[in-house]
């Protein structure tokens, strides 16, 4: 995870630096300064591509089960869950990931922004 944050560093560092060889570039046109600007440009989205792939092999595993279950690996703006169903076993603990079991159960590996409400009552009534 450390090596995310200093790849945006200098992710950032790269980006300013190619601002200011563009400036100067479209002032002064001078081969050598396009060529360094190409060179940024090419470093600069390598260091994206690593970040976004860092952050792609880090998602968990999103698991939902049971009636009504909602398990969101990301963010979620708001859930609602209205279930009829018999009780059902809880989740075994340990599992890695997003983990909803049980009717209505709700895990949100992100941010929930909006509401979230659970409303279960049994088959029979």
Avoid: C, F, H, Y
């Avoid at 600007?37 to 968990?60: C, D, K, N, P, S």
């Amino acid at each position: 995870m450390v090596w995310r944050v200093i790849a945006a560093g200098v992710s950032a560092v790269v980006a300013a630096a190619s601002g200011v060889i563009a400036a100067v570039a479209a002032v002064r046109p001078d081969l050598g300064l396009w060529v360094g600007l190409g060179v940024l440009a090419a470093v600069g989205a390598g260091l994206q591509m690593l970040i976004t792939a860092g952050e792609r092999a880090g998602q968990r595993r999103v698991v939902a089960s049971g009636a009504g279950a909602v398990a969101v690996g990301g963010s979620a703006k708001g859930i609602r869950v209205r279930v009829r169903a018999e009780q059902q076993p809880e989740g075994v603990a340990g599992e890695d990931g997003v983990i909803a079991a049980g009717p209505g159960a709700v895990s949100v590996g992100g941010d929930a922004a909006g509401p979230v409400s659970t409303d279960v009552t049994n088959a029979e009534g």
